[in-house]
């Protein structure tokens, strides 16, 4: 299973643009890699996924290098309500027997 | 679309009790059925996974028959803490996803567990 690595935490102001960015050196061919929003005793919200290049939602969009050993979310003008934690998953969601390991996460504090 | 409820939201109970767990796929067949423990301030630990009408396969150091999974539909997966102690208070998470290779997992709003 690839391992993700993201930074512990990261501040903000409401307004800016908030980039995370996560490692995934050992990423697996079918692999494709999602990102999670977490709240205080709430179970994670699924943001965005994709498996190459750049995919772009009404939330947020993702960029991923050709090489997939990392990708970057994007969150456009922050707001206060958008402090929460956030998790880079990498998984292959294509058989059976499918699992994914969540990391640590990225706690993101957006101030006024 | 894709709601997960989990129920109930918040439970407690006296040590030694046993405690069930529902997670239910509101709009859509689950083929695939996740539990998750997460402890404050932490990430979310995979407990098990579960396929429909297969017997679940528990993660390295969670004994199975302290936690039963039973994924008996595809619309339904419970989870049983069998004769509970404080230890095993946490947040309790499950997640369900119909398994394409396009789709992400689809997840609860938690179950908090205090034994007292």
């Known amino acids: 299973l690839a391992k993700t690595t993201q930074p512990i935490s990261m501040d903000s102001y409401e307004g800016q643009e908030v980039n995370i960015t996560c490692s995934h050196n050992n990423i697996a061919t079918n692999d494709y890699i999602t990102w999670y929003q977490q709240f205080p005793s709430q179970g994670p919200r699924f943001i965005i996924q994709g498996y190459k290049t750049k995919v772009t939602n009404e939330v947020a969009s993702l960029f991923i290098p050709a090489d997939r050993k990392s990708s970057t979310l994007s969150l456009p003008r922050v707001s206060l309500s958008d402090t929460a934690v956030y998790y880079c998953l990498v998984g292959d969601l294509g058989t059976g027997g499918f699992k994914t390991i969540f990391g640590a996460g990225t706690r993101l504090f957006v101030k006024a | 679309g894709a709601v997960v409820s989990q129920h109930p939201s918040w439970v407690i109970c006296k040590s030694g009790t046993s405690v069930k767990i529902e997670c239910r796929s509101l709009d859509f067949q689950a083929t695939t059925m996740f539990w998750y423990r997460q402890f404050p301030k932490q990430s979310l630990m995979l407990m098990a996974t579960?396929?429909?009408?297969?017997?679940?396969?528990?993660e390295q150091g969670v004994e199975k028959d302290k936690f039963l999974i039973n994924h008996a539909s595809l619309t339904l997966s419970t989870l049983t803490v069998t004769s509970a102690h404080p230890e095993d208070s946490s947040f309790y998470i499950c997640?369900?996803?119909?398994?394409?290779?396009?789709?992400?997992?689809?997840f609860g709003d938690g179950t908090r567990l205090s034994i007292l």
């Open positions: 997640s369900a996803t119909w398994g394409d290779s396009n789709q992400p997992q689809h």
């Open positions: 579960s396929n429909e009408g297969s017997k679940a396969t528990y």
